[in-house]
């Protein structure tokens, strides 16, 4: 079974739909069926062989855009234009505590869907009315998560690089503050939210491999036998594998390959031990290295 991946018009979300035995190369526009209607989008990339059947996809290919098709979407985006102006002042007139995002009107223009982000409950029926009878076709109101606002809106993070959420899967994993933490990065809520406020969905993607890295390090404030003395951790680099202990006024970053691990004590190797004992007699705040 294969999947081709669509970014859909109007939309940085990506959507997953069955290929449908229609071969479109990367970057074609296409037209699909999607769990909302049939919609107009751009072929992202196609996975070969998905056997999976708990994936994400809801949809499939139809077609090549016609000429109708295209022809149709000028009068589509002046639809939305309108239904998003219309819908936001007749929500204020009604006093209702919610921020429109986007609209998106289906191609065959059967169903309008308003996207709004809101801290409770709303009740649009009277709304619903209101943009039916302006409109004489389906509305729907949809109301999303901050997340799933950034991801329709589209930007780019700190990283440089688009938003995660724009072109991964249509489900967000859970984002915990542990992950930063076994990352060693600035807690600094600032440093480590994204767009929509929420925890950076890419401390995710690495929280396994930082935490099997970690797994052979010692953590901050353990002990560390040299000799007959007792060095504190005070910071571990996981990338490079490195820990930084210090004894007095002496501070020095040991690789781990010298850390030894024995019963629940860590010391180091004889080669670090002895270029250790060669700073006793120096005084004043050191630093050091030993790879």
Not at 76 to 105: G, H, N, P, Y
Request: some cysteine; hydrophobic content about 35%.
């Amino acid at each position: 079974m294969e999947i081709t991946d669509v970014k859909l018009r109007n939309s940085y979300q990506i959507c997953h739909v069955w290929t449908n035995n229609i071969f479109i190369k990367c970057g074609t526009t296409c037209v699909v069926e999607t769990e909302h209607g049939m919609d107009i989008g751009r072929v992202t990339r196609r996975k070969v062989h998905v056997d999976d059947p708990d994936n994400d996809v809801k949809g499939k290919l139809l077609r090549l855009p016609t000429k109708d098709d295209l022809g149709v979407l000028p009068e589509i985006e002046a639809i939305e234009q309108k239904a998003f102006d219309i819908c936001r002042t007749k929500s204020k007139e009604k006093l209702l505590d919610m921020k429109l995002i986007s609209v998106k009107c289906l191609l065959d223009k059967t169903k309008i869907i308003f996207y709004f982000v809101a801290d409770n409950r709303i009740d649009f029926r009277e709304l619903v009315r209101d943009l039916a009878s302006v409109f004489r076709t389906r509305i729907e109101m949809r109301q999303i998560g901050v997340r799933d606002e950034a991801r329709l809106i589209g930007g780019y993070g700190p990283c440089g690089r688009q938003l995660c959420c724009t072109h991964m899967k249509e489900g967000f994993d859970p984002v915990s503050i542990k992950m930063a933490k076994e990352q060693s990065l600035n807690l600094n809520s600032m440093k480590i939210s994204g767009m929509c406020g929420r925890l950076l969905c890419c401390l995710g993607h690495e929280y396994s491999f930082y935490r099997e890295i970690n797994k052979g390090l010692p953590s901050v404030g353990t002990e560390i036998h040299v000799g007959k003395k007792r060095y504190i951790v005070e910071g571990v680099d996981a990338l490079r594998e490195t820990v930084k202990m210090r004894f007095d006024n002496y501070t020095v970053d040991v690789s781990a390959k010298h850390l030894v691990h024995a019963r629940g004590i860590y010391s180091v190797s004889d080669e670090v031990v002895q270029k250790l004992v060669n700073n006793d007699d120096e005084e004043g705040d050191e630093t050091g290295f030993v790879g």
